[in-house]
């Protein structure tokens, strides 16, 4: 039968009896020996044991015990192996069962032990390992573990949950120690005595598979340190058939047959989302669990595979599937191997809505979707394999269907990439092949890319530092829109002015030399960059060589004055630790920064796209015109240095330069804490920099000083921070932003945040932004956010949701308005809270837990 987590307490049982303790009392009468030893004593020890022994006339070698009046029943044998599902922990080989009334059969074996057979009655509590079953009448065989119970009612932890599951049955019957059958049964994780929702089954087959535990990163079995041995883990499997699913007491699903693992407690549904607006219509998204669905007995290891069925009455009905995994080896090949894949297709019958300027544009293609799947593998020894597939539909179909992904996330790719690590040396094949033509990108066909970092040299007294890429590039720029209202803005970049091919060469390579002068740590260093391209923009070859040399120096500071004391603020001592860092660089190019493409570039897609509408929509320039210089995101790029970094994103970027950056790092650090147990945390960071330009005419639009930046950070106790951060560039019209902001945060009750950003330069903006998530009560939390603009705009977004916290689901019911794409919509949630991958709500940063998992709701 299932067994859990050795050690876990059953709280709050909803039910009438005792659970029994993990020892015997310290009273009591042993009545057998050998190798299974059985003691019976009173239940209550204040009530005297009403115990008869007589032997069986017609047996002699059997011996029948009947005891009356509440009896503990105690038996200790090694063939009560109960494994823990924690590898590591001890193995439990006892089992403790209460009743009001018991007989038991003893009979002699001829290896010299006992059999012993017992039938209980009235209130029966039943416990091995950490598995408990309440039921009314129980016959159990010790020696063979097996038995029936009548009117069981059992509780039992699993590994990877919170809670405990529930399984009541009229018939329950444990064939052996690994299979249990019950017959009209019922599984649940609610502890209320009538369920807010359950599975019924015509019949249900539990089994154990026990298996040696590994490690889940390294894929090496595990030993007891202690003996030696491998360690063990059980993993339990439920299968049923003739399956329905009932809410509230009502059937909502039926499913003729059912198989999945006890440490995936969902039933048949991942997640359930209905909701309302204007561009999608009314919309039901659903995820159902297909390796329970399709009944699947062998479900690999560490895997999730979800059925997606969503419906849309503004769009159309969206199919698509969602897996993950992660194994310790893949097709017999050792190592970590992690992955997922998620596709989604919809035959699209609306159309887009994107914000200011782009309502109502026709979908470039009417069944639309996308496929993303990406597999790392880790080899050993120092071999890692990374490989991708990144499928688009159109170039509106992300933002409109996943706009958290087209904002945030990485481009979708189609590639393979081989590293080798070897010491300080890293070698990497990339393959990578453009299948969006509607995303400017480069197809490598292959490209080889070696790494040396921190390499010393001459008895450590030089650094080497080198990057040396070798390859075949592709470059493709983007398609225009077909929708004439996306394409009258839409501008290819300067640096998309041509699409070209051929071989793409460079080197870079550093040289330091560290020197400590007194307390300075200096480092002077030599670079040099040496490129060749087989097509520039100008589609003709290019070779450029670029050199630099330069000294980088930086000298800490500090004073610790423990006299400073303040209960206010809970400071407890302090100390101020300050780095200056500074450094000067002359850098010589033979050749310019804008004659080639960006074959590695340095936005992502989602940015690009702006990029393209940038031009029109905020200088008014038409197409064929460049946004000005200054805010080319190559110049930027350039002066920020990136031609610097041996490791630097993009080869391309490279020209004259002289700059001096200056900046410095501090921190406030204090003691808080317990008396004796205090811990040292930074009470005030605040980082800065500054870059200086002395030839300002050439490198810097005629400003001597830019890129200012700074971050600063004030911890006023540990749930509360004040948050600000803000940078500059001091050229006419050069981006200026700054924000300030205070979080709280009250780990399992809430998080707040409220802050404000100013944006001036070629866009101006003021903006309010608000969140909250917070527990009103033990039934009740809120989630809320709100962005507001203060100049023409207004107001840009706002959400509103309730969350009922019921014993078994958590209901959401709220609103949100996107006012830049003139929609307002509601949306109801429903999760159950069993769910593995809780997200609904997170109070603090915690999921709200299983039903039981804190205490009886």
């Not at 009896?17 to 299974?36: K, L, Q, Y």
């Not at 390294?218 to 340190?225: F, N």
């Amino acid at each position: 039968t299932p067994g859990g987590q050795a050690g876990s307490s059953l709280p709050g049982a909803p039910f009438a009896g005792e659970v029994p303790p993990d020892t015997a009392p310290a009273r009591g009468m042993s009545v057998a020996g050998g190798r299974t030893q059985v003691t019976i004593n009173e239940r209550d020890p204040t009530v005297d044991l009403n115990l008869k022994i007589d032997k069986n006339p017609d047996n002699p070698n059997e011996v029948v015990y009947r005891a009356t009046g509440g009896v503990r029943v105690t038996i200790d044998s090694p063939d009560l192996a109960v494994m823990a599902d924690q590898p590591g922990q001890p193995q439990s080989r006892r089992a403790t069962i209460l009743a009001d009334n018991i007989v038991g059969w003893q009979s002699a074996l001829p290896d010299g032990d006992s059999r012993w057979e017992i039938y209980l009655e009235g209130d029966v509590i039943y416990q091995q390992g950490t598995r408990t079953i309440y039921a009314d009448r129980m016959y159990y065989d010790a020696n063979l573990q097996r038995g029936t119970i009548l009117d069981a009612d059992m509780l039992t932890p699993l590994a990877t949950y919170q809670g405990l599951v529930r399984l009541k049955s009229d018939v329950i019957q444990q064939t052996d120690a690994n299979t249990l059958e019950a017959y009209g049964p019922a599984v649940t994780s609610s502890r209320l005595g009538v369920p807010r929702y359950w599975l019924q089954s015509d019949r249900l087959t539990v089994t154990r598979q026990q298996s040696a535990a590994a490690d889940p990163l390294t894929g090496r079995l595990l030993q007891d340190p202690a003996t030696g041995l491998l360690q063990t883990e059980d993993e339990y499997f439920l299968e049923s058939r003739n399956n329905r699913v009932y809410l509230a007491g009502l059937p909502v699903f039926y499913w003729p047959r059912f198989r999945t693992s006890l440490s995936d407690p969902t039933l048949y549904l991942d997640r359930i989302t209905v909701g309302s607006d204007s561009v999608f219509g009314t919309q039901v998204r659903t995820g159902f669990n297909l390796f329970q669905l399709l009944g699947i007995r062998n479900r690999p290891e560490n895997t999730r595979w979800i059925g997606v069925v969503d419906y849309l009455s503004e769009r159309g009905v969206g199919l698509g599937t969602e897996a993950d995994y992660r194994r310790s080896n893949l097709f017999g090949y050792p190592g970590e191997a992690t992955g997922f894949w998620r596709t989604w297709f919809i035959n699209d019958s609306g159309l887009d809505t994107l914000g200011r300027g782009r309502f109502g544009l026709v979908p470039e293609k009417e069944r639309r979707g996308n496929i993303l799947g990406r597999h790392r593998h880790q080899f050993s020894p120092g071999f890692d394999l990374k490989a991708e597939v990144g499928y688009v539909s159109d170039r509106n179909f992300l933002e409109q269907y996943y706009e958290r992904r087209w904002d945030s996330e990485k481009d979708y790719t189609t590639g393979a990439w081989l590293g080798r690590n070897v010491g300080t040396q890293s070698f990497n094949l990339i393959a990578d092949v453009q299948i969006n033509d509607f995303f400017t990108q480069t197809s490598w066909l292959p490209r080889l890319d070696h790494f040396v970092l921190g390499q010393p040299l001459a008895g450590d007294r030089l650094v080497w530092h080198g990057h040396s890429s070798l390859g075949y590039a592709r470059f493709r720029t983007a398609d225009a829109p077909t929708d004439p209202r996306d394409a009258i803005p839409f501008d290819l970049l300067a640096w998309e002015g041509s699409e070209t091919q051929g071989i793409r060469a460079t080197t870079r390579q550093e040289i330091d030399m560290p020197l400590q002068v007194g307390p300075v740590k200096v480092v002077p260093y030599l670079l040099g960059d040496l490129g060749f391209w087989e097509e520039a923009i100008d589609q003709n070859d290019f070779l450029r060589a670029y050199g630099q040399t330069g000294i980088r120096m930086s000298v800490p500071f500090w004073k610790v004055d423990p006299t400073i004391q303040s209960t206010m603020w809970n400071v407890n001592g302090l100390a101020h630790k300050i780095s200056l860092e500074s450094e000067f660089l002359f850098a010589d190019s033979s050749q310019g920064l804008y004659e080639l493409p960006l074959y590695d570039p340095l936005d992502d897609d989602a940015q690009e796209a702006f990029r393209h509408r940038l031009a029109f929509n905020t200088f008014g320039i038409p197409a064929g015109g460049d946004v000005p210089l200054r805010y080319d995101e190559r110049n930027y790029a350039f002066r920020r240095g990136m031609q610097s970094w041996v490791t630097g994103a993009s080869p391309e970027i490279a020209d004259d330069m002289m700059a001096v950056k200056l900046g410095a790092r501090q921190r406030f650090q204090t003691k808080r804490g317990t008396p004796g147990q205090e811990r040292i945390i930074d009470w005030i960071t605040f980082d800065s920099q500054v870059v200086l330009f002395p030839d300002a005419d050439r490198d810097n639009f005629g400003s001597n000083a830019g890129l200012f930046e700074y971050d600063f950070r004030w911890h006023i106790g540990d749930r509360v921070a004040l948050l600000s951060d803000g940078m500059a560039d001091f050229f006419s019209q050069g981006l200026r932003t700054a924000s300030v902001g205070m979080q709280v945060t009250r780990p399992t009750i809430g998080d707040v945040y409220l802050g404000i950003r100013t944006i001036e330069g070629p866009i101006s903006s003021n903006i309010l932004t608000a969140s909250l998530q917070y527990r009103l009560s033990d039934k009740w939390g809120v989630r809320a956010g709100s962005s507001f603009d203060f100049g023409a705009t207004g107001a840009i977004g706002n959400s509103l949701s309730l969350i009922y916290i019921g014993e078994s689901f958590l209901l959401r019911l709220g609103a949100n308005a996107d006012f830049s794409r003139d929609n307002i919509g509601f949306v109801f949630g429903f999760e159950p809270r069993f769910m593995q991958r809780p997200r609904l709500f997170s109070p603090g940063g915690v999921p709200v837990g299983p039903p039981g998992s804190r205490y009886l709701e």
